[in-house]
């Protein structure tokens, strides 16, 4: 199995712009988490989805900030219109099922730079 | 320990040597643990887990040590090898309400291996 897999790597972009970042979960599992992680506040979970439902968003933080889950293979985290503070590494992690055992399995990231 | 803010703590140990990173961990209802190892360029990785009933587990090289008492948990890896320089990272869950699979992290502790 290829794991998590994100896209892109490394994203800059100028203040303003739209951005999507997009994460395929490994295959048969049914959560998938995002989070976003900074020096200064470490890995900090934006929302989640359970067979492909949103089951917690309460750490977006903007309005500017939106998930999406059309398909179990795929998930898409987007910010518009972006803004330097926006600036992170944002990981996607998923797992097998959501209940409270089961460890987390994440990508390698989108580091994001927002000039 | 970990702590908030822009300096993790770091541990700087010897090829060879046995390491123990340390963790407060905050909710005492959160029944699951885990640490997670994440090296630089990459997204977090399971080394370990422990419920909340038990206070010891062991793993190839690694043991976790839970203090319910006192909030702390603590990894200590044997014979620390170059290849286990990475930060580690602790992190709580509980079973409450929706919050199934909702990790809260700890900020890290850098681990250096010299050779």
């Known amino acids: 199995d290829a794991g998590v897999i994100q896209s892109p790597r490394h994203e800059v972009t100028e203040m303003g712009q739209e951005v999507t970042l997009r994460c395929k979960p490994i295959?048969?599992?049914?959560?998938l988490f995002w989070y976003r992680q900074t020096m200064m506040r470490g890995l900090e979970l934006l929302i989640y989805?359970?067979?492909?439902?949103?089951?917690?968003d309460s750490g977006m933080p903007e309005d500017r900030f939106s998930a999406k889950m059309p398909n179990a293979s795929f998930s898409t985290l987007k910010i518009q219109p972006s803004e330097p503070r926006d600036s992170a590494v944002y990981f996607c992690?998923?797992?097998?099922?959501?209940?409270?055992?089961?460890?987390?399995?994440f990508g390698s990231g989108t580091q994001l730079s927002v000039l | 320990g970990e702590s908030v803010g822009l300096h993790l703590p770091t541990l700087s140990v010897q090829e060879g040597d046995n390491s123990i990173i340390n963790c407060a961990y905050s909710?005492?209802?959160?029944?699951?643990f885990i640490w997670y190892k994440q090296e630089s360029g990459k997204g977090p990785q399971f080394i370990i887990d422990?419920?909340?009933?038990?206070d010891k587990r062991q793993g190839q090289r690694v043991t976790v040590l839970l203090n319910k008492t006192v909030k702390h948990l603590s990894l200590q890896i044997a014979a620390t090898q170059p290849g286990d320089s990475a930060v580690y990272f602790c992190?709580?869950?509980?079973?409450?309400?929706?919050?199934?699979?909702?990790?809260?992290f700890g900020q890290g502790t850098i681990l250096t291996v010299h050779p």
């Open positions: 909710n005492s209802a959160s029944d699951y």
């Open positions: 992690a998923s797992s097998p099922d959501l209940s409270l055992n089961e460890k987390l399995f």
């Open positions: 992190a709580e869950n509980f079973a409450g309400g929706t919050s199934y699979g909702k990790l809260t």
């Open positions: 295959s048969g599992h049914n959560s």
């Open positions: 422990i419920r909340s009933n038990m």
């Open positions: 989805f359970n067979n492909n439902v949103p089951i917690d």
